[in-house]
């Protein structure tokens, strides 16, 4: 026998292998060699390598090495602020990064809260209630309506027995189980009815199961395998700052080489020129941009959670920026996970019902037009006996809804019972039709539950006032037609003919096209007589009344967030483990799917396909229906070998292992489990689709605004090499002492950056594609500015150093006035920065007030250490007079003057071609 397929057996057959007994379970003996032998019902975790590995781990990275090369060069400068806040730079990343780890691997720990605390079980022929961690194989489970199932079981014996499984199979309703079937061995997770499963819900009836699996050999061990095997890759962001990183180093280091080696061939002293070079190495390393990096994507994070979105990895946002497909769950995410009626027909007319959800606020409409059910006896004789044969109960807050409680106005209403049981109650408190109302004067007096051998449920309840029997059912339409002899019309009873039953045939079918699961009721005078001797066959000579047709509705800001992505160049891929047509109905409602340009594949056909022929046409899928966790692994990973850049979305357990394997996982605040939520990198806290968008134009902001202060950085850097480099081989003096490279890195590459960081976001972001995801982050001409930008900042400050020196023959004053072109170059060139398409005078410069007082604070600071006295003695600097500052300004700021000339033309140009204006 294959131990793993204990549904393709039957159940004596399971209870053979495990030497258990049906009714007096194992003895203590038993349990206990088998707790030896397969060890406690609990997840397990590979070793840990101890914190403070982990902690030096954050070191390893290229960048974080250079940035302690720094610290050490600046402190053998004497420059001892510099080197603490060099150092506390690394300790920040280096803690922020160990934290980050450690909640990620809580993903683990949150799959052991899916094992209920405690069991029933048969042991030594007495029911006992054991600590779950306890069970073992062979155990006989003693199962009930509410049990938090604690091990993997085969049945042995069911009463109306059903289960919630949508947080391991993704199916939205309740699987109704069975005991005495055995099924395909290649039957998927959702078609084993005949089995239980760790994690999931009983939500009705009750039963007996022998346990089969404990611990990691559970369908829930499963998917923490997965989640360990599952690898970590960098994000984008962190790729490109690598390659970044070694770029800059080596090359800033071997021109500030060359600068020593030319200085010592002049005749500069070496110490001068050692101490020249490693100045220039310090400053020309733009050391502040991981700080940069980190403070734009954890203010970018504070974003999103005024947004509702928690991220929980700080890369996140930026990877979500360049995502180019989002899988996402159905259930709950892209639907309301609660079952709506939407039409009912009855009495030859088809109502729509309107309303989402469990509100009771809603209305019926017949031809578009509000009408009463009161002034339609056969629509309110329809929900009367949706409303009568049910079991279920609105709640709000954990208290059934009734008497005059229903009069006011409610909300936050929850089903106790079967949700497709739940909407019929909903539809029927839309039109004040409630059960606890007629119950007052009726009483039910028998029922004949739902078997899925017969389709259909009964109930029969006593009016004592008029001392008469009825009964009601609902079911299957089909199954239900066959049993009606007879209709109810507008205007009464009629006997049912072909023609009615063809009527009701389309009405079904057209429903069922729609997606809609249909379900008929009906009813008929009963004799009392018969109560006690209540069974199916009483089940005959019914009236017709009507079909009941209801889906889990989509949400509606999905729709409107889905209409986004796709303006923003954003596939939407739904994976759920519901029915196929299903899936499709609710996929082209919210356009996800299109006949004839998309296809869907179901879990069956996957297991059909190599790997090879899934990554050939999964560009083309949109649906994925009634799949496995496995199978939702094998997507995101053909997608990502496609090249795209995935995001999944999920709320179960089942979505764990590929949430992990996304490029970025987003997981359900409200309904998900903390499974999910923990392998997770973002987390929606209010379960909103539009969220999700919401994201995408922030990781877009984000890295638009890395790449702003990576253009500022490097051109001000090079900028300031150059001046160095070029004056050495033109055999001028040194322009710069080693103290005032240090300062003009000091007051230029921090809070301007870190202002840029927080630059609003282009408000067309989101009416461009995505990036590609291999873009290098120098793209779209962005290094052709930066290298433009720093030949023109060096060569405009050795301009006025040269013209300085040889016409005042001042070597001071010639370095302060370098000194401080270099700074207002940098200063000015950062307004530029703000945009690679618009001029600074096309740009609002109150839109970001944090530029504005960074530039402000450097000016101040620059000002400082040129006309007080005790900061000029430390820097060696001179006072500028009027004409020095002149000069400064106009060789400095010209690139300004020069953009400001050019709006000028452009707008008189725009004003003359009024129909080009209008389409811009």
Known sequence: ?????????????????????????????????????FGYNEIAEKSKEPWWKRFLSQFQDFMVLILLAATLISGFLGEYADAITILAIVLLNALLGFFQEYRAEQSLNALKK?????????????????????????????????????????????????????????????????????????????????????????????????????????????????????????????????????????????????????????????????????????????????????????????????????????????????????????????????????????????????????????????????????????????????ALCNNSSLKQNNVIISGTWRKNEVSGLSVEGDPTEGAITVAAAKAAVWRQDFEKNSDRVGEIPFESERRRMSVVYHDKDTDTHWLYAKGAPDTIIDLCRHCLTESGIIPLNQEIIKKISAVNESMAGKALRVLAVAYRPFDKNQVELLNENHENNLIFVGLLGMIDPPREEAKKSITLCLQAGIKTVMITGDHRDTAVAIARELQIYQEGKHKALTGHDLDTMSDKDLAAVVNEITVYARVSPAHKLRIVKALKRRGHIVAMTGDGVNDAPAIKEADIGVAMGLTGTDVSKEASAMILADDNFATIVAAVEEGRGIYDNIRKFIRY??????????????????????PLLPVQILWVNLVTDGLPAMALGVDPNDPHIMQRPPRHPKESVFSRGLIRKIISRGFQIGLSTLLVFSVVYYLKNDLPLARTAAFTTLVFCQLFHVFDCRSEILTIFELKFTTNKYLLGAVFFSTVMELAVIYVPSLRSIFSTVPLSLSDWTLVLIASGWSLILNGVKHVFRQRRLANRPAFNKVR
């Not at 030497?19 to 379970?25: E, K, V």
């Not at 490097?714 to 160095?724: H, P, R, S, W, Y």
Request: hydrophobic letters at 45%.
């Open 1 to 37: 026998m294959d131990k793993e397929k204990w549904y393709a057996r039957s159940a004596d057959e399971v209870v053979a292998f495990w030497q258990t007994c049906f009714n007096d379970g194992l003895s203590s003996a038993a349990v206990k060699n088998r707790l030896s032998k």
């Open 114 to 386: 899916l094992s209920a605390p405690t069991a029933r079980v048969i042991r030594n022929g007495i029911i006992q209630q054991i600590p779950a961690r306890e069970l073992v194989p062979g155990d006989i489970l003693v199962l009930e309506a509410g049990d938090k199932l604690a091990a993997d079981g085969r049945l042995l014996s069911v009463h109306n027995l059903e289960v919630e499984e949508a947080a391991l199979t993704g199916e939205s309703l309740p699987v109704r189980k069975v005991a005495d079937k055995k099924f395909s061995e290649n039957a998927p997770l959702g078609d084993r009815k005949n089995m239980i499963f760790a994690g999931t819900s009983i939500c009705r009836g009750r039963g007996k199961a022998v346990v089969c699996a404990t611990g990691m050999s559970t369908e829930v061990g499963h998917i923490a395998n997965m989640i360990q095997a599952a690898a970590v890759e960098p994000t984008p962001l962190e790729k490109r700052l690598e390659h970044l990183g070694r770029w800059l180093v080596w090359g800033c280091l071997a021109i500030c080489m060359i600068v020593v080696i030319t200085g010592i061939m002049k005749g500069e002293s070496l110490f001068l020129m050692c101490m020249t070079g490693i100045s220039l190495a310090v400053a020309a390393i733009p050391e502040g941009l991981p700080a940069i990096v980190t403070v734009a994507l954890a203010l970018g994070v504070q974003r999103m959670i005024r947004q509702h979105a928690i991220i929980r990895k700080l890369p996140a946002v930026e990877t979500l920026g360049c995502t180019t497909v989002i899988c996402s769950d159905k259930t709950g995410t892209l639907t309301q996970n609660a079952m709506t009626v939407r039409q009912v027909f009855a009495g030859n007319d088809i109502f729509e019902v309107t309303g989402l959800g469990y509100d009771i606020k809603g209305s019926f409409l017949l031809n578009n037009q509000p009408v009463s059910a009161n002034k339609h006896p056969s629509l309110l004789q329809c929900l009367k006996i949706g």
């Open 713 to 734: 950085l490097l051109a001000c850097n090079i900028g300031e090499v150059l001046t160095m480099f070029l004056a050495a081989l033109s055999g001028l003096p040194m």
